[in-house]
Structure formats: C-alpha cells, structure tokens
C-alpha cells in the first residue's frame, strides 16, 4: 500500500484524491504535470494539471478537473495508436482509471466535482469499450484518420461476398438445433479473425481505404452475430 511520504507527494501532484487512502495512483507520465500548457483550476485559479498526462487533480488544491475532450481514447487509455491493441494492459488501464475518477468515490465532494467525475467516467468507459471490440477500434482508428464508413452504406461490396453474407443469413434462419448454430457461430468468428488479421496489416501498411473494405465487411459479420444472440434469446 502507498503511504508515508510517498502518499503525500502523490496527493502533493494530484495523482491521488484526497480521501483516496489506499488506492493505487496511475504511474504513467507522473512526470509531465509540470507544463506551460496547464489551464488554471476551476476551484483555487492555481495553474492546474496539463491538458495530456494523468494528473486528473489539480496540484494545489486536489480539486478534480473536468475531461480533456480533445483527447483521443488510445491516448487516454494508454495505448499506442494502432490497430493492435494488448486487451490486458487497457483493461488493467481501465481499472486504473476507474479508480481515480469513480462517482462513488466523490460523494462527498462538491457538486461540481461530482459532475467532473461522472462526465469523466462515461469518457473512460466510452474508451473502453470501444478500443476493446476489434470492429468499434477499427471504425474509431480509421476515423481518427480522417475516414468514416457511414451507417447504412454499402460501399461497394462485391457480389461473392454479398452472396456469402445471404447464404449465411439463411443458414442462420432455417437453423432449428443448437448443433447447427454452433456450427454458423464458428463460421463467423473464423471470418472475422481472418479479417481483423486483414485490417491490422492494411493500418500497418497506412492503407485507409483497404481497411475501410475490410472493416465493412467486418461489420456485415457483426451483425450477424447479432441476429445469433437473438436467436438464442428464448421467445
């Protein structure tokens, strides 16, 4: 457990709330919250805590501090901006984070830190979720690259391919035993790797519009698997 001086230097940089006794401090970029770019704290005017780094409380006063919105998540999670991503590091990430920025733990905090700590919260599960789903990653990374793939858009798809999506819905419609549904779920989870194997090496090679092919056909899969867990919902 943190304690002693260290505790006290950690609630000195504000990487540690006051009242947060014994909960872990995030050790990424401890050391960047000296900055030029600090905007002053909402609650004492002091110059506050960088727009990039993890120091989430200002540094005189602990007072939390509203999200920086301009951040993307794979900088805010910690990850590097790639299609690859470690799901054990973001999810460890996650906790962090949870841990430093939960409602719960602002109770008893003014109003207006109960308000920064919920808006950060939906921010850091917003993140969470999105780097955490191979598709949803793929969409946003894309996007951060200044390419979307509107909802309801064909792009062109090629006729074998639609055929194989058909062929598979129907599958999926006349399947009456739990055998046969097995076997359509394992038919797409082995496409969808095939494909997410895919748009990783076309984000490796900056290749936007052959990851944005690959990660529309992804989410033709997608929603299959949708119409699986429906189908699986007793009526």
């Given at each position: 457990m943190w304690g002693g001086r260290t505790g006290a230097l950690l609630r000195v940089w504000g990487l540690w709330p006051a009242g947060a006794r014994g909960r872990r401090p995030l050790g990424c970029n401890a050391a960047s919250l000296a900055g030029n770019n600090s905007p002053?704290?909402?609650?004492?005017?002091?110059?506050?805590?960088?727009?990039?780094?993890?120091?989430?409380?200002?540094?005189?006063?602990?007072?939390?501090?509203?999200?920086?919105?301009?951040r993307d998540y794979f900088s805010?999670?910690?990850?590097?901006?790639?299609f690859g991503v470690d799901t054990a590091k973001l999810q460890n990430r996650y906790q962090q984070l949870q841990r430093l920025v939960h409602p719960d733990f602002f109770s008893q905090r003014s109003q207006t830190e109960k308000d920064f700590s919920?808006?950060?919260?939906?921010?850091?599960?917003?993140?969470?979720?999105?780097?955490?789903?191979?598709?949803?990653?793929?969409?946003?990374?894309l996007k951060l690259h200044?390419?979307?793939?509107?909802?309801?858009?064909?792009?062109a798809m090629?006729?074998?391919?639609?055929?194989?999506?058909?062929?598979?819905?129907?599958k999926l419609a006349e399947a009456q035993s739990e055998a046969a549904m097995k076997e359509i779920e394992s038919i797409v989870r082995a496409k969808q790797k095939e494909l997410s194997d895919n748009v990783s090496k076309a984000f490796e090679q900056d290749d936007f519009?052959?990851?944005k092919e690959i990660l529309t056909k992804m989410r033709y899969f997608s929603n299959v698997e949708?119409?699986?867990?429906?189908?699986?919902?007793p009526l």
């Open positions: 002053q704290c909402w609650n004492c005017g002091g110059p506050g805590v960088p727009k990039r780094g993890d120091g989430f409380f200002c540094p005189q006063c602990r007072a939390l501090q509203p999200p920086d919105l301009t805010l999670m910690d990850c590097n901006r790639a919920e808006k950060h919260a939906t921010l850091v599960n917003d993140a969470y979720k999105t780097l955490l789903a191979p598709l949803s990653r793929g969409l946003y990374l200044g390419v979307e793939i509107p909802e309801g858009t064909d792009y090629d006729q074998q391919f639609l055929m194989e999506i058909m062929e598979i819905n129907e519009e052959k990851a949708e119409k699986i867990k429906l189908k699986k919902i």
